[in-house]
């Protein structure tokens, strides 16, 4: 294969009535990826071409799009996987805003994140050099650490495209993280922010973040694990 064609997402709010779609012949060799045609395409044919990337090495999450029907990372999927017929069609991430072409306003999905306070809270005297945490209670969260915040899971997630409100699986999966935490002492406080409507009970279990996650993590486990204990918190089988 000498060329193959990339069809590409075009559309600025400022200056465009209606999204469109524009095919760019790109000269094609072995190993490349999406993101090397994006940037074929950018500093060869097009340099209005709006996209976002940063480490090219799949562990930002920056270059997080919908590529030929699936949500990928531009650096990490090849031109030879996401090809149908001889064509690549690129996509910004559904159901968010529109900044430019393939970039989109993660606005909502970082304040999500924020909300469930992705960090260690402990309300004992701090330690004179480190919290020890034993292998065993490491391991708990040992998945939810691989998350780069992509947004791919966000951008899936049927029950987020029909209500912005809903926290999305990626803080769902951070919330967790710090909840199975042993050196975390906001146990009550973190089921009260995400045992809500448009918490974890918002979840349909669709499984479409798991599909969706570049880093194979089981979102879903992760929401169903929270769901638990605050079912075990309310009924008041448990207590924090």
């Known amino acids: 294969m000498e060329n193959f ?6 559309y600025d709010p400022e200056t465009d009535a209606e999204p469109r779609y524009e095919e760019f012949t790109v000269t094609y060799r072995e190993g490349m990826t999406v993101l090397e045609a994006l940037l074929s ?10 996209f976002r990337y940063s480490c090219r ?22 031109v030879k996987d996401a090809l149908e017929g001889d064509t690549v069609t690129v996509s910004p991430l559904p159901h968010m805003k529109v900044v430019k072409d393939l970039v989109v ?10 909300r469930v306070k992705p960090w260690i809270i402990n309300d004992g005297p701090a330690p004179e050099r480190e919290r020890r945490q034993s292998p065993a209670d490491r391991a708990k969260y040992n998945k939810e650490i691989d998350c780069i915040l992509c947004g791919g899971c966000f951008a899936a997630c049927p029950s987020g495209a029909n209500n912005e409100e809903y926290l999305g699986a990626h803080a769902l ?3 967790n ?9 906001a146990k009550k406080e973190r ?6 409507e448009y918490g974890v009970f918002r979840c349909h279990t669709v499984f479409n973040c798991v599909e969706a996650c ?7 486990e992760a929401i169903q694990n929270l769901k638990k204990a605050a079912m075990a918190y309310r009924l008041g089988l448990t207590k924090y």
């Open 5 to 10: 064609k990339l069809k590409v997402f075009r």
């Open 41 to 50: 395409v950018l500093e060869k044919q097009d340099s209005s071409l709006a």
């Open 57 to 78: 090495e799949a562990i930002c999450g920056s270059c997080a799009m919908y590529i030929s029907g699936a949500y990928v990372l531009a650096c990490r999927v090849q």
């Open 105 to 114: 306003d993660m606005s909502k999905f970082w304040e999500n994140y924020e």
């Open 173 to 175: 999966v951070w919330a």
């Open 177 to 185: 993280r710090f909840f199975v935490d042993s050196r975390d002492t």
């Open 191 to 196: 089921l009260e922010l995400t045992a809500t």
């Open 214 to 220: 570049p880093k194979h993590i089981n979102q879903t």
